[in-house]
């Protein structure tokens, strides 16, 4: 299928590994210029030169994402035109309820909501000038069933749906949508890191935490920042309109909503 989406201007956030290296992938084949970027420049300039092979113009910025800095560096290097908008950045550490102080939630808000909030309130004005513009939020299962050692995600996420919620249906009449993927367990570096907590806190081997979570997933696996990427690119594209402030679960029918 044509996305209709080709030589317009995208940012990817957080885009060097994972799901929003599988964004930018979907959307370079697409035929979208890029701008990406990751704290980390080595990966992040291996992951531009890979993009660039679809004959896209991709620019990289090592930048961390959650920083006022970080954001003015990415929204310079994109200029005045971006079309498209994926927000991500690193998920928050696992903990017990009584682990966190307020210093924590600050840093949880800012990476997972405040970020993606004050993105959206930079590209909108223009996206909604023009007539056109697709925001992708990459947020969290969690956001439908919180995930009981994730309190600082579940917490950070249920402040971006809240806001998306409303700001999606107040663009959406100049040709702008907003929507939220949901990611369940995908195999990413993210998704070793929650293993290895479980691995931990069990005292269990990586393949047993590894094959207790796949049991927990109707499709029997782990999800791949490709299918991912592929949902990402559908969203931002021509064809999807009239999908309008939704949270899509990505999760292998973790999530049994369906009643
Ligand atoms: P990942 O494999 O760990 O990749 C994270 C990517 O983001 C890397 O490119 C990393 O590069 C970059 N990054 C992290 N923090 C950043 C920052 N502050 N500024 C700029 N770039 C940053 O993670 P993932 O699995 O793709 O997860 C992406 C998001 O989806 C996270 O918020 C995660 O919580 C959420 N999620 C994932 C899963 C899953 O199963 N994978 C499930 C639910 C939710 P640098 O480290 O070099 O910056």
């Given amino acids: 299928m044509d996305l209709g989406i080709n030589g317009r201007k995208g940012i990817v956030c957080a885009a060097s590994r994972g799901l929003g290296r599988g964004c930018a992938e979907a959307l370079a084949v697409a035929g979208v210029d890029l701008v990406i970027c990751a704290r980390g420049p080595e990966a992040l300039e291996a992951t531009a030169a890979d993009l660039r092979a679809a004959g896209v113009s991709v620019t990289a910025v090592a930048a961390d994402i ?9 929204l310079a290097a994109a200029g005045p035109q971006v079309d498209i908008l994926v ?8 903990g017990m309820w009584s682990d966190w ?22 590209v909108l004005p223009g996206m909604m000038a023009r007539g056109w513009g697709r925001v992708v939020n990459i947020t969290s299962v969690s956001v439908k069933a919180p995930v009981g050692v994730l309190g600082l995600s579940n917490s950070a996420r249920a402040g971006l749906t809240g806001f998306v919620a409303g700001t999606a249906r107040q663009v959406a009449g100049k040709g702008v949508t907003i ?10 570096d993210r998704a070793v890191a929650l293993d290895q907590g ?10 047993a935490a590894q094959a207790e979570r796949m049991a927990t997933i ?15 690119a ?26």
């Fill in 66 to 74: 959650t920083t006022e800095a970080g954001r003015a560096a990415v």
């Fill in 198 to 207: 479980v691995v931990k806190a069990k005292g269990i081997s990586y393949e």
């Fill in 101 to 122: 102080d307020r210093e924590d939630f600050i840093k949880a808000l800012d990476a997972n909501m405040l970020t993606p909030i004050a993105l959206m309130q930079a």
């Fill in 234 to 259: 559908f969203l931002c594209s021509q064809h999807a309109g009239f999908i309008v402030g939704q949270n899509i679960l990505l999760d292998g029918g973790a999530t049994n909503l369906s009643m």
């Fill in 87 to 94: 927000t991500n950045a690193g998920g928050p550490p696992p």
């Fill in 179 to 188: 929507n939220n993927l949901l990611p369940g367990i995908h195999a990413t």
């Fill in 218 to 232: 109707p499709a029997g696996r782990y999800g791949t920042p490709e299918e991912f990427g592929a949902a990402c």
